[in-house]
């Protein structure tokens, strides 16, 4: 664990803020030294959020680390749209498919991005 501290997020996106593994895995992406590729995948998800009255974007565990998965909700509540806040790097194969981020990818860009 980092610290005990509820991460700074965007109002739009919320966490469970009692599941100290996702707050520690926002935390430790909120001091990655490419934490500003995580940060504007953020501001993409609230950006989203922000299209619908009372929008939110939801955040929560994924399998693979330093990943996250994410849902982007109505004011209603119901999913608008879903997928992945996926971490790669060229250290861990970039998107190969392969471990640790069990994700392909076209870019050859180290850190977040998003998928859908």
Request: hydrophobic share 40%.
């Amino acid at each position: 664990m980092i610290n005990d501290t509820v991460p700074a997020l965007p109002a739009e996106i919320q966490i469970d803020n009692e599941n100290k593994q996702l707050v520690d895995r926002i935390q430790a992406a909120l001091v990655h030294p490419l934490a500003d590729t995580f940060t504007r995948s953020l501001d993409s998800l609230a950006n989203m959020a922000r299209r619908f009255p009372g929008g939110r974007a939801r955040l929560y565990m994924d399998f693979a680390p330093l990943s996250l998965g994410w849902a982007v909700l109505r004011g209603d509540g119901s999913c608008w749209m879903a997928g992945g806040l996926i971490y790669s790097s060229s250290a861990a194969g970039l998107g190969n498919g392969g471990a640790p981020s069990f994700s392909v990818s076209l870019s050859d860009e180290d850190g977040w991005s998003l998928r859908s």
